[in-house]
């Protein structure tokens, strides 16, 4: 599966942004689907992921209640909304499919090229 992200931006802290993630290939519906980012310098994190029917959704504890993670099996696409942004959130997001519910990047097999998120203090 082809995965595309986009939606990134600079935005200053308090404000939000959405990205997506449109899928393509094989069947999207199949998949569990994860966001991850990669500050600089720093190691690439979990953020959110959802299950193949959006029954079960899990975030890290950096972004709980700020962000949502949601899925349009229809239209192939994972979205991350990201509300009351902080300068800690600036990094390359990435999303990715894989077929079981994880927070390690190992356990996905399909990566987006990624979408820079600046958030300004």
């Known amino acids: 599966v082809q995965l595309q992200a986009s939606g990134g931006g600079l935005v200053q802290a308090g404000g939000s942004l959405r990205l997506s993630c449109a899928a393509s290939g094989r069947t999207f519906n199949n998949y569990v689907m994860g966001w991850f980012r990669q500050a600089s310098g720093k190691e690439r994190e979990f953020v959110a992921a959802i299950n193949a029917r959006g029954g079960m959704i899990y975030y890290a504890d950096s972004v709980k209640g700020r962000f949502t993670i949601s899925r349009d099996n229809a239209r192939n696409t994972v979205y991350l909304q990201m509300n009351s942004l902080k300068p800690d959130d600036t990094a390359v997001y990435y999303c990715?499919?894989?077929?079981?519910?994880?927070?390690?990047?190992?356990?996905?097999?399909?990566w987006g090229q990624g979408t820079q998120v600046t958030v300004s203090s």
């Open positions: 990715a499919a894989g077929t079981v519910v994880r927070s390690t990047s190992n356990a996905y097999n399909y």
